[in-house]
């Protein structure tokens, strides 16, 4: 707490000297650990630097870490900041310091996490991270060919509080794949005899392997496991490495983070959907800019309550009908 | 009266009744003991029993519950090897609350060092045996550290760890970068570190390094607690350290090597972590230092210090471990896992002040 109040105060200290001559902006992400939101922040950065914007940045301490966050809006406000990019930790529980942000005349817009309800912010520039579960879950149907009816199925999960990246990520895939999801907006709720169960990970490879193995022990029959990111997956693939159940396996998963992209040229992953955080934050940054200017508010994609940065499949296995690209090419575009 | 005739007096009037008097020698009462009054006896005496107890029960419960699945000797090493790395943890926290202390930065420790050993090794090109002995160097140093701060600056050590926990974490992240180390990057450059994550069968048992790691640090401590003046000092510090100052024994220089050597542990136990989780991430483990504390407070040492076994951490990592096995295969939602490790703490804290009331 004292080490996050004393960079809180740094960030006033620079947000106040340079409030008068520029137009200054906050990022505020959920950890500074997560290679995902380091590049946002690289992004948000350059591109701020190139605009004349004044950038302050502040990251949680963990996942889920709302009361610096909340302080760090606070800051934001204290300090006039025009714009506020945030990753909201926790979808409802920002909600009302950040309207008092908008009251204050604050341009809020969320990156990568949608807040509920959505309009809470004045956009939102994320991944469709349904349509990214869906790209993998389709995917995975056509390499499995005809013997994606006897599936057997692992779900790696981020955490018991099912946030809506995870939700939205493990039922995209699932619908993709062909199986009815019923709720959307709850994981483990299906009865398809072809999931084996779901299991959390953290996101981290610990998370990701401990949970292989519990859902191993469960069937040690899996043939397709879909986990919440390349990390999880990495772990998973150790379980079922130490399992002797490497071959013959199928591996997806949802990032495009650049070891991600590397396991997938090394055949641990089979295929995983990339999402760009260097567009979410330098296209947030644009936006600031233009408000400043003209008060002009971004639009939201057609159809959806966010506007949509995209996301690409990236395998070395292509199959008909779902565009992707190569991992060679992914090396490219990958994050961190 | 007068004319019966008496025997000769035995001595002064005062005397003649002295063999009325009770002729048993001074002795503790020992009537009235009821069961549950020997049961805490007996506790308070060998206070790993509890948790060895609950480890044979739960054990017998899953299995009941969950069937062959959880009961088969591949289950069971596999717990053993999925608790392995926070048993380590829980090993080296176990020194410091056996002082009446508490290490909020072990985890924190062991991925730095974890970080420090891929850095070098796998980027660097260091040979992997002396990136592996710069590793566990800087956990005695990252150890000393806090031990310092408690003993030289008096600084309590929840405040001191609370500090270094975050000290540590903020240069685990500036070393890695927030990335991870890929498994295969591991397996080409330094395999040497994957050492503890091999494995050989045993009948039906998978049994992995880094668990045989584990019951060997508990074995070695243990013994170092028990039958070396350096372990007696320790629970003596512990019990009550102005009363060790005061009976010659160099308090400070004690606490000192006990955090130092906590330190290695958690950094032995980085080095266990990559053959146990394939890679190296930063992201690894947040949790573990709370990890580490329960396993130490469900396997019945005193936070209060100077009690306990340093084996009861053992059993509390396993604890843990056939809990989180046992109702995952039986189908309970995560939650519920949560929620019944939560309650196993408190039990355990109940159990342990009840014992510890034993003489009233």
């Known amino acids: 707490m004292k080490t996050l109040m004393t960079t809180s105060a740094l960030a006033i200290a620079m947000t106040a000297g340079a409030a008068y001559a520029e137009t200054s902006a906050c990022l505020i992400t959920k950890t500074d650990t997560n290679p995902f939101f380091v590049k946002m922040k690289e992004g948000a950065s350059e591109a701020a630097a190139a605009k004349g914007i004044e950038l302050s940045t502040f990251a949680g301490k963990y996942d889920g870490d709302v009361e610096t966050q909340v302080a760090a809006v606070e800051t934001c406000i204290a300090s006039g900041a025009k714009g506020i990019l945030i990753t909201p930790t926790d979808s409802r529980a920002l909600v009302p310091v950040i309207t008092q942000a908008r009251e204050a005349g604050a341009l809020v817009i969320a990156l990568d996490t949608q807040f509920e309800p959505a309009d809470a912010a004045d956009a939102t520039f994320a991944t469709d991270n349904f349509k990214a579960g869906v790209l993998i879950g389709q995917w995975a149907k056509a390499k499995m060919g005809d013997d994606a009816a006897n599936a057997k199925i692992a779900l790696l999960d981020l955490n018991a509080s099912e946030i809506s990246v995870d939700y939205q990520r493990d039922n995209g895939f699932l619908q993709g794949f062909g199986i009815d999801i019923k709720d959307p907006k709850d994981i483990g709720d299906e009865d398809d005899p072809r999931i084996v169960g779901n299991d959390v990970t953290d996101g981290s490879p610990d998370g990701g392997r401990t949970a292989m193995e519990n859902l191993l022990q469960i069937d040690p029959d899996i043939n397709l496991v879909y986990t919440i990111n390349e990390p999880a997956a990495a772990g998973a693939y150790e379980a079922l490495k130490s399992f002797g159940k490497e071959e013959g396996v199928l591996i997806v998963s949802v990032d495009g983070g650049c070891p991600g992209v590397k396991d997938i040229a090394g055949g641990v992953i089979g295929a995983t959907s990339m999402q760009f955080p260097l567009l979410m934050a330098s296209k947030g940054i644009d936006a600031i800019k233009a408000f400043a200017e003209t008060g002009e508010k971004p639009q939201n994609s057609e159809g959806l309550d966010f506007f949509n940065t995209g996301v690409e499949l990236i395998t070395d296995e292509p199959v008909d009908g779902i565009p992707s690209i190569t991992s060679a090419e992914g090396l490219k575009k990958c994050w961190g | ?360």
């Open chain 2, 1 to 360: 009266m007068s004319d019966t005739p008496n025997p000769a007096p035995k001595g002064q009037e005062f005397e003649q009744i002295l063999d009325q008097s009770d002729t048993k020698v001074a002795s503790f009462e020992l009537k009235h003991h009821t069961l549950l009054e020997r049961i805490q006896h007996v506790l308070h005496n060998n206070p790993t029993l509890v948790p060895v107890i609950v480890l044979v029960i739960s054990l017998i419960a899953f299995g009941l519950i969950a069937g062959g699945k959880f009961f088969s000797a591949f289950n069971l090493s596999l717990i053993l090897q999925q608790v392995s790395i926070i048993g380590i943890l829980a090993a080296a926290q176990s020194l410091i609350i056996i002082t009446a202390g508490i290490d909020l930065s072990v985890a924190a420790i062991m991925v730095l060092m974890s970080v420090v050993m891929g850095n070098l090794a796998v980027f660097a090109g260091v040979p992997s045996g002396i990136a592996i002995l710069v590793g566990l160097a800087g956990g005695v140093g990252a150890g000393a550290m806090n031990g310092w701060f408690i003993t030289k600056v008096k600084l309590p050590p929840f405040i001191t760890t609370l500090g270094t926990w975050s000290i540590f974490y903020a240069l685990l992240l500036w070393l890695s970068g927030a990335q991870s180390i890929r498994g295969q990057d591991i397996d080409t450059e330094a395999p040497f570190l994957k050492f503890f994550g091999a494995s050989f069968n045993l009948g039906g048992a998978r049994i992995t390094l880094s668990a045989i790691l584990m019951i060997l640090v508990f074995f070695v401590l243990w013994y170092m607690l028990n039958k070396t003046a350096w372990g007696r000092h320790v629970y003596a510090i512990g019990d009550d350290k102005e009363a060790a100052d005061l009976s010659g024994i160099r308090t400070d220089r004690t606490l000192l090597s006990v955090y130092g050597l906590a330190g290695f542990v958690c950094a032995l136990a980085g080095w266990a972590s990559i053959g146990r989780v394939g890679s190296i991430s930063p992201q690894s483990f947040y949790e573990g230092n709370l990890d580490s504390i329960t396993a130490v407070v469900i396997g019945g040492i005193s936070l209060f210090g100077g009690r306990g076994s340093i084996m009861g951490a053992l059993f509390g990592a396993l604890i843990v471990g056939v809990f989180r096995s046992g109702l995952r295969l039986s189908g309970v939602d995560v939650l519920w896992q949560v929620f019944a490790i939560g309650w196993l703490i408190i039990i355990a804290v109940a159990i342990d002040q009840w014992i510890r009331r034993v003489s009233a």
